[in-house]
């Protein structure tokens, strides 16, 4: 059976003394079951809230990891420095990076091997923009990102992976994208990865939804049969909408 995620990414929001104690709080309620939970906190949180995780099922990761292994590139944090704060995820190709950081897919490529090669899961984000869909190139968009950023791998490289449908058009707006949408991407996803990888490894990728999830609507995205867990943003910023999503699972 393949894991089921559910990964808060708090973006540039909170500070340290917030986060630490949204992380205390998260790390209470969060219970010792099947569903793996993830926080992906700003860079200079992550040693600070891998001391608060006391659950198994609770793990810390980051939101993104530079494209080279170390040395001058200032401001910039390595996917070595990220496994030494004690993570053991980092989000890459965010459709943030790739708009407002003009982060493209063979940049992407160079950070999920970085990634990797660190012990750190890459959760590898795809997803369209509005445009696309209405003109009927959604499916063609993600198809090309995912080849473009993860198909290199060695199978037992792509083992490890983690994907995040995430339609730019439904992250931060309110407006989530159907069950049926999801699920539609999320099986076609999971055929492209049968294709390259064989039905055993597609079987095992867990591939999450993003955008707009919130309490109100994880238990009829998570139903799903290819939706594996969600990636939240803002409702990742309160512990109990958060925690809501979490326990979406239980419903199910
Ligand atoms: P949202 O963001 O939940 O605020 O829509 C999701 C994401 O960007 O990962």
Same mark, same amino acid.
């Given at each position: ?17 917030? +986060? ?50 170390? +040395?001058?590139?200032? +401001? ?126 597609? %079987? ?36 109990? %909408? ?11």
């Amino acid at each position: 059976m393949r894991k089921k995620i559910v990964a808060g990414n708090w973006k540039m929001n909170k500070t340290l003394a917030e +986060g630490t104690e949204l992380a205390k709080t998260v790390n209470r309620l969060v219970e010792e079951n099947d569903v793996t939970v993830v926080l992906c906190t700003p860079f200079i949180h992550l040693s600070e809230v891998n001391k608060i995780i006391t659950k198994d099922s609770l793990f810390l990761g980051a939101q993104n990891c530079a494209s080279e292994a170390s +040395g001058a590139y200032t +401001g910039e944090v390595s996917a070595q420095m990220i496994r030494s704060a004690g993570a053991d995820y980092v989000i890459i190709g965010h459709s943030e990076r790739r708009s407002c950081f003009r982060e493209d897919d063979s940049l992407l490529n160079k950070k999920v091997k970085l990634a990797l090669e660190n012990d750190l899961i890459p959760i590898f984000c795809c997803g369209e923009i509005l445009k696309e869909r209405q003109a009927g190139k959604h499916i063609q968009v993600v198809k090309t990102q995912i080849e473009n950023g993860l198909f290199d791998l060695t199978t037992e490289d792509f083992s490890k992976i983690v994907i995040a449908y995430e339609p730019v058009w439904a992250i931060g707006t309110g407006v989530n994208a159907t069950a049926e949408q999801a699920q539609e991407m999320h099986k076609i996803i999971r055929g492209l990865i049968t294709d390259r990888y064989g039905h055993q490894i597609a %079987d095992n990728t867990p591939i999450l939804y993003g955008g707009s999830c919130k309490p109100s609507n994880a238990k009829e995205l998570f139903a799903n049969p290819d939706v594996d867990g969600g990636l939240i943003g803002g409702a990742s910023l309160t512990s109990s %909408d958060f925690m809501g999503i979490v326990y979406a699972f239980k419903e199910i």
